[in-house]
């Protein structure tokens, strides 16, 4: 299994830029979900999933968003960038079983000029 | 899900144990605790969770007390690559529908 795969792991935008950040993981999990990380800071919750055609709202949603037609995927939209959306965004994936462990992908690291 | 605090930072000496407390006062009967650890800057990892009873497993123990306000996650055996950002969390294990908040954790370092 691949686990969690983010793509791209890097990428640099100029301002007003519209991308998607790509996730998707190979271990059936309901449940999806994307963080960002800027320095020096915990990870703050941008949307999640509890399924396909199901998402909500995290701490920051300003500014992204998102979409789960299938089980595997769940992208990130960005659809005018601003320097304020430079983090490393991290997506997620949880085992809704008994450990309800999250497994998270390796990070996308954007910069916003 | 309850909030958790943590002390920003603790040193502790390689090869002592270490021992990062949280605290979650807030915590309700069926919140679960949850720990993470985030190496540089790679995804956080998971380390251990528990309910009421003590918890080992072969990274880490932890300790709740009894009544489930605070936490303990002990590292019987630092080492460097122990250093990282630990992040305490409760919520409720088995449920699906329940979004997952981070603290800022407590960022550990290992001296030799």
């Known amino acids: 299994n691949a686990g969690v795969t983010q793509t791209p792991k890097f990428q640099v935008l100029k301002t007003g830029q519209s991308m998607t950040l790509q996730c998707a993981q190979d271990?059936?999990?309901?449940?999806m979900s994307w963080y960002r990380q800027d320095p020096g800071m915990g990870l703050r919750l941008i949307h999640y999933s509890v399924g396909a055609g199901i998402t909500d709202q995290g701490e920051v949603p300003n500014g992204y968003n998102v979409s789960r037609s299938t089980t595997e995927d769940f992208p990130l939209r960005l659809l005018s960038a601003a320097p304020s959306q430079t983090s490393v965004y991290f997506c997620?994936?949880?085992?809704?079983?008994?450990?309800?462990?999250?497994?998270f992908g390796e990070g996308s690291r954007l910069t916003v000029l | 899900d309850a909030k958790t605090t943590q002390p920003p930072s603790m040193d502790c000496a390689e090869g002592r144990a270490a021992n990062l407390p949280c605290n979650h006062s807030?915590?309700?009967?069926?919140?679960?605790v949850y720990w993470y650890r985030q190496i540089h800057s790679q995804g956080p990892q998971y380390i251990i969770h528990?309910?009421?009873n003590n918890e080992t497993n072969e990274m880490a123990s932890l300790i709740i007390t009894e009544d489930r306000k605070s936490s303990t996650l002990i590292l019987p055996h630092a080492t460097l690559r122990d250093t990282a950002v630990y992040y305490c969390i409760v919520r409720v294990a088995v449920a699906s529908y329940d979004k997952v908040i981070f603290g800022p954790g407590t960022s550990l370092s290992v001296i030799p």
């Open positions: 997620a994936s949880r085992d809704s079983g008994d450990t309800g462990e999250l497994f």
């Open positions: 807030t915590i309700s009967g069926n919140e679960y």
């Open positions: 528990g309910l009421k």
């Open positions: 271990m059936n999990h309901e449940y």
